[in-house]
Every structure is written in structure tokens, then in C-alpha cells.
């Protein structure tokens, strides 16, 4: 298989830094700062200089190293969720919630139908940069490529950050998100090259719709259904925490769906169970 000059990945990165720049520029220009997807870019750039970062340091961290700053990322993503959990309004909604949409997500193997569809992104990601330098055998390489795939592209903490930021223009998930997904970016890429850094475009793409969504969300909720989503996504991000640090495996991507029920939850708890209180 023919391998793709590495001269021109660098020509393309460049290109998607200037676009992303670009995009500030133009919005900050128009007085419309407010309604820029800031966090999603930053992530997004977060992702793809950290995985360049990594794939030039190839394989010289030590083991010990990318173990143990994995596991202050999990207590870092905890931290996170338990100050997004704190304000939560009606703590029945969003137990239901959690409940009934985790239960959802497992009777139609939302958590497989992920990792598939990272399958299939992955064939033309390793094809753009493939690593000749990499000590991984060709099945743990497409293994490890597609865990970062659905971790960058479908995690419960960056769909929520980007729903977050484009209802309440509040973009602290998402950079904080930006922090840790840049040296985890970094450390996948020691292994797996700088295949790590085209991940940053896809995880745009998806990001960016949800941030569009939201704006079309937004008009229909109120302070409190707000809060109770906040803290649905805390718990998301609580129990991404505990697979970093391999306590418990939670299964994050099947408990996605319960971010789409909480909102109505919220609103039939306050204008129907509560009345008959």
C-alpha cells in the first residue's frame, strides 16, 4: 500500500489550524463571539496538536508514566463531573433519567453500534497516516485506534460539553475536556503515530453539529431543566473517571441516550408529578 507523504499531513494540519482561526476571526469580527463553537475548536485542536506532540515523541515516556497520568486524568474527569452533578435541580428526574436511558442504550447495544461505527472510520484514518516506526501488532493497533476513536469522537463528556455549549454558550466542559485530551492525545500517539491527530477532524465534525443542535434546543428549556442536564452529564463524566482509572467499567456509551430523556423528564416532573405532591 502506497503511504502518504508525511509533508503533505503536515500541509493538511496547517490547513485545518488556519481554517479553525479563520473561523474565530470572522465570528469575533461580527460581534457574534457569543455564538461561536469555541470549545469545540479548542478541543479539536487540543486533540490534533497532541497527537502531534506524542507521535514526535514516539515511544520515549516511559510506561510508568502514561500509566499513572491516566490516573489523575480519571480523578481530574470525577472532579468535573461531581462540580457539573452539585446543582442539580430534581434529583428523581435525573435518577429516572439515568435509569431508563442507560436500560435503553443497553437493549439496543448503543455501547456496539459505537465501536462499529469507529471500525469504519478507522480503515480510512490508518490509511491517511499509517506508522511504520510502531512496535504494535496490525490487530492491536486497529484495537488501540479505534478505543480512541469512540473516546475522542463519542464520549459521553464531549457530547455533553458540546450540547452544554451551544444551549448556554458556557464553554468550561469543553476546555477543561481540551486539558486532558491533549496529553491523553499525546500518550496514545507515542503508540500509535500521528494517525492520533487526524482523529481531531471527525471529532469536529460530530461536535460541531451537536454544538448546532443545541442552539435549536436551547428555546425550549428552562433554568432548572438546564441544571438537571448539567448534572446527567456529571454523572457521565463520574463514571468516564472510573474506567480511566480502571475501577469500574462503566458502560459510558450505552448511558448517552439518558441525555436526551432528562430534558423532558425534568419538565414532566415539575408540571406533572409535582402538582400531586
Known sequence: ??????????LILIAF????????????LNGGAGLMPTGVIINALSVLLGGLLGGFLGEKLPEKFK???????????????IFAIAPMKYMPAV????????????????????N?????MQKPIAKIVPNESISLTEDEFMSTLITVIVLFCASGTGIYGSLDSGMTGDSSVLIAKSILDFFTAAIFACNLGFVVSVIAIPQFIIFFMLFLLAKFIFPLTTPDMILDFKACGG???????FRMIKVKMFPVADMIP????????SWMWVNWILPLL
Open 67 to 81: 500509566t499513572e497520568i491516566n490516573l489523575v486524568f480519571g480523578a481530574c474527569s470525577m472532579a468535573m463531573g
Open 116 to 120: 462499529k461505527g469507529a471500525r469504519m
Open 235 to 241: 454523572i457521565l463524566m463520574l463514571a468516564t473517571g
Open 17 to 28: 489550524i488556519l481554517g479553525f482561526s479563520e473561523f474565530i476571526i470572522v465570528g469575533i
Open 1 to 10: 500500500m502506497k503511504r502518504f507523504p508525511f509533508q503533505s499531513f503536515v
Open 258 to 265: 439518558a441525555m436526551i430523556l432528562i430534558m423532558p423528564f
Open 95 to 114: 435518577i429516572f433519567a439515568m435509569v431508563i436511558g442507560t436500560g435503553f442504550g443497553l437493549a439496543i447495544h448503543l455501547g456496539d453500534l459505537i
